[in-house]
C-alpha cells in the first residue's frame, strides 16, 4: 500500500469515527494526516468542524480558513465557514463566505438558503429574496424556505408576494396547517371560521421557547391588563376557581395565583404547558381544546381568563357558550382579542365574513363585517359583535374597554378589553 492511500485511509478512518461521535478518536486520526499532509483540505476542514462542535469556535474557523486556503473551490467548507461566522455574530464576514458558496456550489440549495438568511439579518432584503426565490428553484419540497421568504415579504408589507409563496408551499404539501393558514390570512381565500388546531400546535410549539422573550420585545401587556380589569368585578383574596384558557408559558399564573383558590391553565400547545409548568403556580394543566375543555366541565369555574388567545378564533359564538356552561353563576369571563376598525377592513379583498346573526342585531350597519382575519395570521374582532355574542350567550352585563395590546411592526396594535359577567359576585 502507497503513502497516499494509507493517508486517505486514515482519513475515512478518522471521518467515520467523527461521524460516529468519538470525537477524540477523529481528533487523533485528523491530526496524524496532517503531520503526514500538514495542508491536506479535508483533514483541515474535518477538524475545523470537530472544534465548533466543541465549543471552540477561534480554533474552528481558524482550520476552516487553512482548509480554504490549500482548496478555496469547496463550496461545503465556505458554507460551513459561514455558519460559523454567523454563530459568532460576524453577518457581514458570513455573508462573505456564503457567497462563495454559492460561486462554487450552485446546485447546492442549502448554501443559498443560508446565504439569504444571512442577508435578511444584515436587511439586504431584495438579494435575500432572490437566495430564496433560487432555494426553491433548486429543492421546491423544502418546507423551512416558504415559511422563511412568506414571513419576511409579510413584514416588509408585501402581502400579494407573500400570499403567492403560501400558495406555492401548499402546491408542494397541500396538507401543510401553516402555508393554509397564512394563505387565507394574506389573500382571504377559504377563510376559516377560526384557526385550525394543527396550526396553532405548531405555531406555538415552535415558539415555546421565546415566547415570553418576544413578547417582551413587543411591549405585550393583555396579562396584566386582564388581571387589574379583574379586580372591579371579583374579590382578590384568595377564593376563587380560575381557568386561564389558552395559558401558553403561563404569563397570566402569577398575576393570578392570589386571587384563585384553585388555578388552572389549558393549552392547546404541549409545548406551551411545559414551559408553563416551572412557574409552579398553576393547581393544574392541561394540554386540550378550549372549547372541548370547557364544555366537558360545566359550572366548574368562578373566573375564566383568556388573553390574546380568542385571537385566534373568528366565529365567536362557540367559545361564548361553552365558557358560559364552564362558569358559575355569577361568574366573569375576561379576554383580550384585536380590534377591527373601519379602515382594518378597507383595504384589499381578504377575508370577508358575512355575519349570520346581522340581521337580527338592531344598530348594525349592513356591510360591516363582525370579524375578519388580518394578514399576520390572527383575527380582530368588532366592539358590537363581541357584546351581541355575549349577551346572546347569557352573559347579563358585557363591558369592554380600547387598549393597547402591544406594538407589532412598528405600530399599536388596539384591542378590546372584555368584562362578562351573569351578575356581580
Keep these: 500500500m502507497n503513502s497516499g492511500t494509507a493517508t486517505r485511509n486514515l482519513l475515512r478512518r478518522a471521518h467515520e469515527a467523527h ?34 462542535q466543541r465549543g471552540e469556535r477561534t480554533e474552528a474557523i481558524e482550520f476552516v480558513r487553512r482548509s480554504l486556503a490549500s482548496l478555496g473551490n469547496n463550496p461545503h467548507a465556505w458554507n460551513n465557514l459561514g455558519n460559523m461566522l454567523l454563530a459568532c455574530d460576524q453577518p457581514e464576514d458570513a455573508a462573505d463566505a456564503y457567497e462563495k458558496a454559492t460561486h462554487h456550489g450552485p446546485q447546492m440549495a442549502e448554501t443559498w438558503y443560508n446565504r439569504a438568511v444571512c442577508l435578511r439579518r444584515t436587511r439586504q432584503y431584495e438579494l435575500a429574496i432572490e437566495c430564496f426565490v433560487k432555494t426553491i428553484e433548486l429543492k421546491p419540497q423544502y418546507a423551512p424556505v ?40 394574506l389573500s382571504g381565500e377559504d377563510v376559516p371560521a377560526r384557526a385550525d388546531d394543527a396550526y396553532l400546535r405548531v405555531l406555538f410549539d415552535r415558539f415555546a421557547s421565546s415566547f415570553d ?64 409548568r416551572p412557574r409552579n403556580v398553576y393547581d393544574e394543566l392541561v394540554v386540550g381544546e378550549l372549547c372541548a375543555f370547557m364544555g366537558a366541565r360545566p359550572a366548574a369555574f ?21 365558557a358560559r356552561q364552564c ?52 383575527y380582530a374582532h368588532r366592539e358590537e359583535y363581541v357584546r351581541r355574542v355575549l349577551q346572546n350567550a347569557g352573559f347579563t352585563k358585557v363591558d369592554i374597554k380600547p387598549v393597547i395590546l402591544r406594538r407589532e411592526r412598528g405600530e399599536d396594535v388596539h384591542g378590546h378589553l372584555v368584562a362578562a359577567l351573569d351578575s356581580p359576585l
Design 327 to 378: 362558569i358559575r353563576p355569577g361568574g366573569v369571563l375576561a379576554f383580550t382579542v384585536e380590534r377591527l376598525a373601519d379602515d382594518d377592513a378597507r383595504d384589499d379583498n381578504r377575508g370577508q365574513i358575512e355575519d349570520p346573526a346581522r340581521d337580527d342585531a338592531p344598530g348594525d350597519n349592513l356591510g360591516r363585517e363582525p370579524y375578519r382575519i388580518l394578514p399576520h395570521g390572527r
Design 213 to 276: 422573550e418576544n413578547l417582551t420585545d413587543l411591549g405585550y401587556r393583555a396579562p396584566e391588563l386582564l388581571a387589574a380589569t379583574l379586580g372591579e368585578y371579583v374579590a382578590t383574596d384568595g377564593r376563587l376557581e380560575i381557568l386561564d384558557a389558552g395559558c401558553g408559558t403561563g404569563l397570566c399564573g402569577p398575576l393570578l395565583r392570589s386571587m384563585a383558590r384553585r388555578l388552572v391553565g389549558v393549552d392547546l400547545s404541549g409545548g406551551m404547558i411545559e414551559k408553563a
Design 146 to 185: 416558504y415559511e422563511r421568504l412568506g414571513m419576511m415579504l409579510y413584514s416588509l408589507g408585501r402581502f400579494r408576494d407573500a400570499a403567492d409563496i403560501y400558495r406555492k408551499w401548499l402546491s408542494q404539501d397541500a396538507d401543510n396547517p401553516v402555508a393554509r393558514h397564512m394563505l387565507s390570512a
Design 302 to 322: 368562578d373566573v375564566i381568563v383568556s388573553a390574546d388567545t380568542l385571537v385566534y378564533f373568528g366565529a365567536l359564538e362557540q367559545v361564548a357558550a361553552t
Design 19 to 52: 461521524r460516529a461521535g468519538r470525537l477524540n478518536e477523529a481528533e487523533s486520526g485528523y491530526r496524524s494526516v496532517l503531520r503526514i499532509r500538514p495542508e491536506d483540505p479535508d483533514a483541515l476542514h474535518f477538524l475545523g468542524m470537530l472544534h465548533f
